[in-house]
């Protein structure tokens, strides 16, 4: 959350004439409802199948933007790094604290966290998640970098443009 895994691939998609995918945006307008309700009615397990059944009807070559959670969940990661290139990008606690403190009331996931228990939610979050997102094909360190140049190594390792 606030790495800018949709805006990035939304240019890169751009950037490489192909169609772009963001599974939340997909399921929300599947299931007529937002994440967090999704979340608070159906609970997070159903959330999470909704996920993986989009993840392999997924056939075509296109730019997917995936939830945070996505890769953690029914052996998604090793899905994903089956069928295409897998890019992880990597944000210290630090720079995500300070893109997402300001986000509170946007994120229904972290809208009930003050300052410090974000802080610590988000260093929870990277520790857990870290095993699993390191499988990815790449890994590129967003930290303090513009769009531009987060595009730029994309394509240094994709070998395009």
């Known amino acids: ?3 800018g895994k949709s ?3 939304k240019q890169l998609a751009k950037q490489l004439n192909i169609s772009f995918l963001d599974t939340d945006q997909k399921i929300e307008n599947q299931e007529r409802d ?3 309700n999704i979340f608070k009615i159906n609970g997070e397990i159903y959330f999470r199948k909704l996920e993986t059944k989009l993840l392999y009807q997924l056939n075509n070559k296109q730019v997917i933007a995936c939830g945070g ?3 953690l969940f029914n052996n998604n990661m090793e899905y994903l790094i089956k069928t ?3 890019i992880y990008l990597k ?3 630090d720079y995500l604290f300070s893109r997402l403190k300001s986000e509170r009331k946007e994120r229904p996931l972290i809208s009930k966290f003050n300052k410090h ?3 610590q939610f988000i260093c929870d979050q990277l520790s857990e998640r870290e095993i699993i997102y390191r499988k990815a094909t790449y890994k590129i360190n967003v930290d303090d970098k513009t769009n531009k140049e987060i595009l730029g190594e994309i394509h240094s390792l994709l070998g395009t443009i």
């Open 69 to 71: 959670g996505m890769p």
């Open 34 to 36: 937002s994440i967090s």
């Open 91 to 93: 944000a210290s606690s």
């Open 1 to 3: 959350m606030g790495v």
């Open 84 to 86: 295409g290139v897998s």
């Open 7 to 9: 805006t990035i691939a």
């Open 117 to 119: 228990e974000l802080k």
